[in-house]
């Protein structure tokens, strides 16, 4: 069965630290690209973060381009996302996810997680 599983999501203060870890299982995917989503309340599902199988190309969404960084480790068939300078506008379920025709837009992936709750105090 091939599985998608978070962690590493928690209550933090503005200006903390969260790193996030994607582990999978079921298959290899060294080949894939990953990307990192998230899901606030009521909003629709948005883009973080994406990294290609090689992890040459990393993507951000501006809105935490210089805070968040994308990596993976092929080799333990995982994918992390290190955010850093959080603030309480990042507080959502984030989402990693396998496989897309198109890295930005979630409906393009094949495969997700379960998601993991980050919540950002003030």
């Known amino acids: 069965q091939v599985q998608l599983v978070e962690s590493g999501g928690g209550l933090v203060q503005a200006g903390g630290s969260l790193r996030l870890s994607c582990a999978a299982s079921?298959?290899?995917?060294?080949?894939?690209?990953m990307g990192w989503f998230r899901q606030a309340p009521g909003k629709e599902r948005e883009f973080v973060a994406a990294?290609?199988?090689?992890?040459?190309?990393?993507y951000y969404a501006d809105s935490v381009k210089g805070r968040f960084t994308i990596s993976r480790d092929n080799a333990k068939n995982t994918v992390y996302l290190q955010m850093n300078s959080l603030k309480p506008e990042d507080t959502a379920v984030y989402y990693c996810a396998a496989d897309p025709n198109d890295y930005r837009d979630y409906r393009t992936y094949d495969i997700w997680g379960q998601g993991t709750q980050v919540t950002v105090s003030s």
């Open positions: 990294i290609t199988w090689s992890a040459v190309y990393t």
């Open positions: 079921g298959r290899t995917f060294r080949g894939s690209t």
